[in-house]
């Protein structure tokens, strides 16, 4: 794993939890509030509009990376989640564990035929069968 004794991804990890958190929110909005309310005693100078924009810009570029590196981590976090599921179960395709590695092509063409697939399964609703290898429940069915 990578990613688990990464100080940075640690650090990011914690990052976003506290970002995310409404306690962080409700800071962000006082600090705007201070800003507003200090406005009539700088004039509103272009210094004190200048502090504001320098803040938010360097927040906003720092929490980019942040974002990214925790977007990363959970992608690949689903993806092998995903891949598990299509290895254990029994008729799936294993063909499909190493989609994301595809180019366009390869993936326009497994796309086409998987709609093609999901076409004829609900023509097959319409008529009253089911669309899986498997006997559905009935209702009153545990």
Do not use: C
């Not at 570029?61 to 029994?90: C, G, P």
């Not at 993936?107 to 609703?125: D, M």
Request: net charge negative; hydrophobic share 40%; glycine share 4%.
């Amino acid at each position: 794993m990578q990613y688990r004794n990464s100080r940075f991804s640690s650090f990011a990890n914690w990052t976003a939890r506290a970002s995310g958190h409404p306690s962080a929110f409700m800071t962000a909005v006082l600090v705007i509030l201070v800003w507003a309310v200090t406005g009539p005693v700088f004039a509103w100078s272009d210094t004190w509009q200048l502090v504001i924009n320098t803040g938010t810009t360097i927040i906003t570029f720092l929490m980019v990376f942040l974002i990214q590196n925790t977007q990363n981590r959970d992608s690949h976090a689903v993806q092998l989640k995903l891949d598990e599921l299509i290895r254990a179960v029994e008729g799936a395709h294993n063909a499909l564990l190493d989609l994301e590695e595809l180019n366009e092509d390869e993936l326009s063409r497994l796309r086409k035929r998987y709609a093609s697939l999901a076409a004829r399964a609900r023509e097959e609703l319409k008529q009253g069968r089911h669309d899986t290898d498997r006997q559905e429940l009935d209702e009153d069915q545990p």
